[in-house]
């Protein structure tokens, strides 16, 4: 099992990344998709979710209007467009899959994003 995320990088405030999320090894059409992040010193924080088949989609109030999620079943992958970057949207972002009625999830490695001017 493997996600991997990539797309990371430096960018100014009011700049745009479009982040990847690349899976293998499992049914990947079974699995609720989910983008979280996180900055040194504190907890990991949701930032957005897809459902199973793309139809559902909802995001923290803190990126709403400014980050897009989407899936793309039949390549196994999911990206997160981000738009209008502040400084506080600085993290390592992750993936994570999440299997609907079981116990089961996985978890990318991370990319990290840094806003600045």
């Known amino acids: 099992v493997q996600l991997v995320e990539s797309g990371g990088g430096l960018v100014e405030p009011g700049g745009s990344l479009r982040l990847s999320c690349a899976a293998s090894g499992f049914t990947f059409h079974y699995y609720v998709m989910k983008w979280f992040r996180q900055t040194p010193g504190k907890e990991r924080e949701w930032v957005a979710a897809?459902?199973?088949?793309?139809?559902?989609?909802n995001y923290a109030e803190s990126v709403k209007g400014r980050f897009t999620i989407s899936r793309d079943n039949r390549r196994k992958t999911v990206t997160l467009q981000m738009n209008s970057l502040k400084l506080e949207d600085t993290a390592v972002y992750y993936c994570k899959a999440e299997a609907v009625g079981m116990n089961t999830e996985y978890w990318g490695q991370g990319t990290r994003v840094t806003v600045s001017s």
């Open positions: 897809v459902t199973r088949d793309g139809g559902v989609k």
